[in-house]
């Protein structure tokens, strides 16, 4: 029998860290993380202060090239490059065009480095949008913000009308801010892990569930299903592996509830297409005949033969047509150890 090569729209991130894809390999930090606020001070916020705007183009381009590889033809970035702010949503942006995959950006303003940190991530988000970049303003987590920093994000978000891109509740840090976020939030938000809200807490917008990250972090199961909110699925920086992502979440889910099957997380991948409806546009051509819940969720190893994103192929055969791949790797190889230079 003939093999006929099943087919889907391109799959979305709803969250990722595309300045995170150097940090594979990075040096141990200076002590062991023992909780989440730890792992956060030792690992991801020494990171994100060494990067400049070259390793981050180079990370872009590895992050967007992975991306296409798994099927996943557009990303909802959250970003922060706290050395290297002004023009950093330029580079991503520039990068993921380059690659050919659609992308959505936001910096992550925090009041870590004083108000004129945070000032200068405000700034960022409105001379990126203002431009005419695809973005939402982002907050990087709730407690790391003064109140007025998030009304103020929460304000330029309502005057260029678009969402406000927020971690929320992720580790107990921060378990206190979901009751702020919530009197705030609107339709066009999008509220990250929720891991640690309260039941029934009313919430508007969109919240993005990241199982590998949370396990990976220990901040625990965010039990999703729990909340009436639009759950889509992102990955906080692991790869763009959607369908990865997507057994994932379903294992998990069926861990604390035999009873749960995968349409559920089939459900919250399909989601991420109303944080990007033109990805629904794109055509994925794959290595399995049947894309369906029930079967992807047992299948491992299914990849994109083709992809095509806007009618243009971008990946034929599994080579990517856009760019040199041997190219960015070996420069964001240079960019890494650039990187872990400066830590």
Not at 75 to 102: M, Q, T
Not at 230 to 247: C, H, P, S, Y
Not at 251 to 266: C, G, I, N, Y
Request: glycine content about 10%; hydrophobic content about 40%.
């Amino acid at each position: 029998m003939e093999f006929v090569p099943g087919t889907t729209p391109g799959l979305v991130c709803a969250h990722h860290h595309l300045y995170s894809a150097l940090a594979r390999g990075m040096p141990a930090p200076p002590e062991t993380p023992t909780n989440f606020l730890e792992i956060l001070e030792q690992v991801w916020w020494r990171l994100d202060t060494a990067l400049d705007l070259e390793m981050l183009e180079w990370s872009a381009k590895l992050g967007a090239l992975e991306a296409l590889k798994s099927g996943c033809t557009a990303i909802v970035d959250h970003h922060e490059s706290p050395n290297a702010i002004e023009g950093s949503l330029d580079v991503i942006a520039s990068a993921c065009e380059e690659v050919g995959v659609r992308v959505v950006c936001a910096y992550g303003v925090t009041d870590r480095h004083g108000p004129e940190g945070a000032k200068a991530g405000l700034a960022e988000n409105e001379r990126f949008i203002r431009e005419g970049g695809r973005g939402m303003v982002g907050i990087h987590a709730a407690f790391t913000c003064e109140l007025g920093t998030i009304d103020a994000a929460v304000g330029l978000a309502e005057e260029l009308g678009v969402g406000v891109h927020v971690h929320v509740a992720e580790g107990f840090n921060d378990a206190g801010s979901g009751a702020a976020l919530a009197r705030r939030s609107k339709a066009n938000w999008l509220l990250v892990h929720g891991v640690h809200l309260p039941d029934g807490i009313e919430l508007a917008g969109s919240l993005a569930h990241n199982p590998r990250s949370n396990m990976n972090n220990g901040v625990g199961y965010a039990h999703p299903s729990r909340f009436n909110s639009n759950v889509v699925l992102g990955t906080d920086g692991i790869g763009a592996d959607m369908l990865d992502e997507f057994r994932l979440a379903f294992v998990k889910q069926r861990e604390h509830d035999v009873l749960a099957t995968p349409d559920t997380a089939w459900r919250w991948l399909e989601n991420g297409w109303d944080l990007v409806p033109e990805a629904k546009e794109d055509t994925v051509t794959w290595s399995y005949p049947t894309m369906e819940p029930w079967h992807l969720a047992y299948t491992t190893g299914v990849h994109p033969l083709d992809v095509s994103i806007d009618g243009t192929k971008v990946l034929a055969r599994g080579a990517v047509t856009t760019i040199d791949e041997a190219e960015v790797r070996a420069k964001a190889a240079e960019q890494a150890a650039r990187l872990f230079a400066n830590l």
